[in-house]
């Protein structure tokens, strides 16, 4: 097949979520034999008027890259670019990732009469205390006619949760999907800990890693609050942050208690994480929905790429109990799990993999062995293959 994959306002390639998100599925499907073009942008922002005159157009890791760099909320502007590009290459299907002032490629889809599949990781219409649904509704609901809009122009709904699509759309045009990790990347760091007696996991300081966007959802403050915790009880252990966001500078703060035994990346290229991973004995994905009223309205529903990239790098995870978390990280089996929010319990369960070297690695290999099975990229994109075969045959 010929696909259009739109990612409007997501940089490829980029160190977010979304950049690994659209990489790894455009590199999985043209690894399966297909042509790929992908429309995203070479970093956030504004690049001028003549990002709207033509993509700049490259290849990139098996597929054909067009960045257009407008910025995200300026993402309906390249509509008729889009249309352009499509009209162009004549695929057989578009993909799009969902965003509120995004649309192009779908509207594209209808223009030259092909099924389109619509990408949804996080919640269509927000929940009446965020601002921008207040404002909406003030309005007149604009962003709720166009995001219902876009997920009527879609054969096929594709999101971690159905809960994320309006009640308005058919349940039967939705398909849960999680997302994954490229297993085949960590394959090395996870052999090299899993297989050698004097791997990170077993060195004299242990190594505790916190990867993630620094937001608040995060959880990175409950972390660095936990870690200080196990320092004030002796712990050797040191803690490592991968990662930037708005939390960043407050997390930093809480550290500095503590010179020495924190160690802050900033944001790495997707490139360098497998090795960054692999100096760590224990992987925390401290989520707390508390912060987030979208995800107390609709449930979990990010798919959690770090606890995938974790598990692929033979990590015991330590994560809240909250689903799909704990239904992708089971307790003492993959990890252990501890009330969301509970930071003498997140502290408890780091503490309790630190002190048992060998339960660390057992609960570490079986998550690897599960996120190949059930999470990989690979395992998502035959997945999205089938679903555009149907459409298309």
């Known amino acids: 097949m010929n696909i259009l994959y739109v990612a409007s306002g997501i940089p490829v390639p980029g160190s977010l979520g979304g950049s690994t998100h659209t990489l790894e599925v455009a590199r999985g499907l043209a690894a399966r034999g297909h042509e790929l073009h992908v429309v995203a942008c070479s970093r956030p922002g504004w ?93 007149g609901g604009p962003l709720r006619r166009w995001a219902l809009a876009q997920c009527r122009m879609a054969a096929r709904i594709v999101t971690p949760l159905h809960t994320t699509v309006p009640p308005e759309i058919p349940r039967a045009s939705i398909i849960e999907l999680p997302w994954g990790a490229n297993v085949e990347r960590f394959e090395k760091i996870a052999d090299c800990r899993l297989q050698t007696a004097d791997s990170a996991g077993q060195s004299a300081i242990p190594t505790v890693l916190f990867l993630g966007s620094f937001r608040a959802w995060h959880g990175v403050l409950d972390f660095v609050r936990a870690a200080a915790l196990l320092l004030e009880q002796g712990s050797p252990a040191q803690f490592l942050l991968v990662g930037d966001g708005p939390e960043r500078h407050a997390a930093a703060q809480l550290a500095q208690a503590w010179p020495g035994r924190f160690h802050f990346t900033g944001a790495v290229d997707y490139h360098d994480v497998p090795a960054l991973l692999g100096q760590a004995m224990v992987a925390v994905a401290p989520f707390n929905t508390a912060p987030h009223p979208a995800l107390r309205a609709a449930g979990f529903f990010w798919s959690p790429l770090k606890i995938y990239e974790y598990m692929a790098a033979g990590l015991p995870i330590v994560t809240a109990d909250i689903a799909p978390l704990n239904e992708i990280v089971r307790h003492e089996r993959e990890g252990l799990l501890y009330a969301e929010g509970d930071i003498t319990a997140l502290a408890g369960a780091i503490a309790r993999l630190l002190a048992a070297p060998e339960t660390a690695r057992t609960l570490g290999s079986a998550a690897r062995a599960r996120v190949v099975e059930h999470f990989s990229w690979a395992h998502h994109c035959s997945e999205l293959e089938q679903i555009a075969r149907q459409l298309t045959s």
Do not use: C, W
């Open 47 to 139: 690049a001028g008027l003549a990002a709207l005159a033509r993509p700049v157009s490259a290849q990139l890791e098996g597929f054909t890259l067009h960045q257009i760099d407008v910025p995200k909320a300026a993402s309906l502007f390249a509509a008729p670019l889009i249309a352009r590009l499509a009209a162009a290459i004549q695929p057989d299907l578009v993909m799009e990732r969902y965003y509120n002032f995004a649309g192009g490629g779908l509207l594209a889809a209808r223009r030259l009469g092909i099924p389109a599949i619509l990408e949804v990781n996080a919640l269509i219409v927000d929940p009446p205390v965020v601002f921008k649904r207040r404002l909406d509704d003030a309005l």
